[in-house]
């Protein structure tokens, strides 16, 4: 699990994402899109789930891909070319189902890019014809734009500010989209509000959705239970039942409360971390 090559995507006030090489023949031999690892990056941090962006199986390498957002992705941050991570388990979850379902529409906003990226080329590869809208707050956040547009028979952008491609939301792009012509799936990762949103559009269209949810986990294999959802008013577990689900049937509500219990305490211990330096 060493790390073989360290690159910063995103390095802006309040924004840090960094993709990572690492050596992991067992992982990258059985790894399929949508599933992810979990990581420690030392024995004190705590169990971080990451989705896979590339699987290499000649070469035994993994490529992730995330976001300094407290202290446990900020300690993996500080990690150079060379070191070894703590632990790293998987591959985990169900993998994305890859068909020709026929025309589909990929929407990635944030960090969540990372996780379409490995579908759509998957998808693009299957026959599918491919549509990838892609969000961000501004062009200086936007990450695998050229990785995305090779795999992407029609490709979108729409920024908060309007510094690249459309000013507006990615639902807005999407609702376009949908009006001008008929789609078989439509498939979403991103912040909660998004993808909450997304649901709602595609449901005016009967479009099936798949969103890729990105619940709190501590253990990643089903064990304890704090990666709960309800998925039409079942509970399911993001780590083992998922991380991938029919976005029409998701509680939304419920998941935006759950991912905020624990906002208040990473802040405080990143606060901490910053005056210990």
Same mark, same amino acid.
């Given at each position: ?129 491919? &549509?990838?809208?892609? $969000? ?5 956040? #936007?990450?695998?734009?050229? %990785? @995305?547009? !090779? ?86 577990? &993001?780590?083992?039942? $998922? ?5 029409? #049937?998701?509680?939304?509500? %419920? @998941?935006? !409360? ?20």
């Amino acid at each position: 699990m060493k790390i073989l090559s360290k690159k910063s995507l995103v390095s802006v006030p309040g924004s840090k994402v960094t993709q990572i090489v690492l050596s992991s023949p067992d992982i990258a031999a059985k790894a399929l899109p949508g599933e992810f690892v979990v990581i420690m990056a030392d024995k004190k941090g705590e169990r971080v789930p990451l989705t896979i962006v590339n699987a290499d199986k000649k070469n035994g390498t993994v490529t992730l891909i995330f976001q300094e957002a407290g202290l446990s992705t900020t300690l993996l941050g500080k990690m150079n070319v060379g070191d070894s991570l703590y632990a790293m388990v998987g591959p985990l979850g169900h993998a994305t189902p890859i068909k020709n379902y026929g025309k589909i529409i990929l929407v990635g906003g944030g960090v969540g890019i990372a996780e379409i990226y490995p579908v759509a080329a998957a998808l693009k590869d299957a026959g599918n014809h491919v &549509t990838t809208i892609l $969000g961000a707050r501004s062009k200086d956040i #936007l990450i695998l734009e050229q %990785e @995305l547009k !090779k795999a992407s028979d029609e490709f979108y952008v729409a920024t908060d500010d309007g510094s690249y491609g459309v000013k507006g939301f990615t639902t807005d792009l999407l609702r376009e989209r949908l009006s001008k012509g008929s789609y078989d799936v439509v498939y979403a990762v991103g912040p909660i509000p998004m993808m909450k949103k997304v649901t709602a559009v595609t449901k005016e269209f009967n479009v099936k959705t798949v969103v890729s949810l990105n619940a709190l986990m501590v253990d990643g294999t089903g064990m304890c239970g704090g990666c709960r959802v309800t998925i039409g008013g079942q509970v399911k577990f &993001t780590c083992v039942d $998922g991380p991938e689900f029919d976005g029409q #049937l998701v509680d939304w509500n %419920e @998941l935006e !409360k759950r991912n905020k219990v624990y906002f208040g305490k990473e802040k405080h211990v990143c606060e901490l971390d910053k005056v210990a330096k």
